[in-house]
């Protein structure tokens, strides 16, 4: 809904971080019986990074949450909440979050993992916009981070060829203002889930079932099928609640999940290919880091300005989805 109350959730800063090891779509034709224009044409995919041995999930979210408070200009000690976004933490438990928060230095306030797949930072966002609004806390870091070469099988060429390793985070802040739409903060948040879909994108593995880590399978038509749906209905009535339409986002930054997914939305909702944010064809999919690390991308290269109107959105497995509207 729209929020015209008196706080509003402001992004004060964003950053990322991705891995060292560079894997190339040719690197992978050495493991797999694939090949780049076979990988570009389908996914818009270049390349991607690999996590190095002892790096971990919260190894690279702590160096994005540090890069997005040198943003902010803000200190560890400003932050009261942590929402790591993640479906490959360190360990079961304890939340990866929470060794973030220990590496910053944290001992106050609240940090815990949020787990909906590629809609992960979306997800998180949302609940931290909500967090900050009920007064409960002040300045929250969201982050999104993934190790998930540490979950693809490796001998799976429909999958292996999709994903990478990364991190990125934003600072946000509580901030009262007029509630006016020309305010910054968010806007308008809009989240779905589809548990019926859950066979279509998973992991074969988990603590209660296998007591496995597992892999991650996919049956990749159909969650395309239903992604361009699904994203387009979600952006459709994001932008409703805040009374926008399409042509009036500046920046449109997509989960970078596949390029002709995101070509397909853009079509679709008549946006200008110029206003979107691309990042895939440098990271492949890093699930719930790819939001982040496109923003930050975004502001650090000047393109995303104050006071422009971004729309993020994602979709991932579950089927979860959502969007979140944004005057930067
Ligand atoms: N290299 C070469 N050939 C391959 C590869 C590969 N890496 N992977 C599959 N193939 C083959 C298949 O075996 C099949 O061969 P066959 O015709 O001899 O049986 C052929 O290519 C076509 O396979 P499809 O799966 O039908 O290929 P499709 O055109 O659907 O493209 C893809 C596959 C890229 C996965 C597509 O379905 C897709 O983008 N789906 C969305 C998946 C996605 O983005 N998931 C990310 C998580 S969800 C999210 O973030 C939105």
Not at 13 to 29: I, Q
Not at 265 to 277: F, M, N, S, V, W
Request: proline share 3%; glycine share 10%; charged share 20%.
């Amino acid at each position: 809904m729209v929020r015209l109350g008196t706080v509003r959730t402001v992004i004060k800063g964003c950053g990322g971080y991705l891995p060292e090891r560079v894997l190339t779509n040719a690197d992978l034709a050495k493991m797999v019986d694939t090949s780049d224009s076979w990988i570009t044409e389908r996914t818009g995919i270049k390349e991607r990074r690999i996590a190095a041995e002892g790096e971990l999930t919260s190894t690279m979210g702590a160096l994005a949450a540090k890069a997005a408070l040198t943003d902010a200009g803000l200190a560890p000690e400003d932050i009261d909440l942590i929402i790591l976004a993640t479906s490959t933490p360190d360990q079961t438990f304890p939340a990866s979050a929470v060794t973030i928060q220990a590496d910053l230095g944290i001992t106050h306030g609240a940090a815990f993992d949020m787990q909906a797949v590629c809609s992960g930072f979306v997800f998180a966002l949302a609940t931290a916009d909500s967090y900050l609004k009920s007064g409960q806390f002040k300045r929250a870091l969201v982050i999104g981070a993934e190790a998930f070469s540490r979950i693809l099988d490796w001998k799976d060429r429909s999958t292996c060829v999709l994903f990478g390793d990364g991190a990125g985070a934003v600072v946000v802040e509580a901030q009262k203002l007029n509630g006016a739409l020309t305010d910054r903060g968010i806007l308008a948040t809009c989240l779905r889930s589809d548990g019926r879909y859950r066979d279509k994108l998973y992991v074969d593995g988990g603590p209660s079932s296998t007591g496995t880590v597992g892999h991650v399978r996919m049956d990749g038509p159909e969650v395309f099928r239903h992604a361009v749906t699904n994203i387009s209905e979600v952006i459709g009535t994001t932008l409703a609640q805040a009374g926008y339409v399409s042509s009036d986002i500046d920046w449109f930054v997509p989960h970078q999940a596949n390029k002709r997914i995101l070509d397909g939305t853009a079509r679709k909702l008549g946006l200008d290919p110029e206003r979107i944010i691309i990042t895939v064809d440098k990271h492949a999919n890093t699930s719930a880091a790819s939001i982040p690390l496109a923003l930050s991308q975004g502001s650090a290269d000047g393109r995303i300005k104050q006071g422009d109107l971004v729309l993020i959105e994602a979709m991932g497995g579950g089927f979860t989805w959502g969007a979140l509207l944004i005057r930067w």
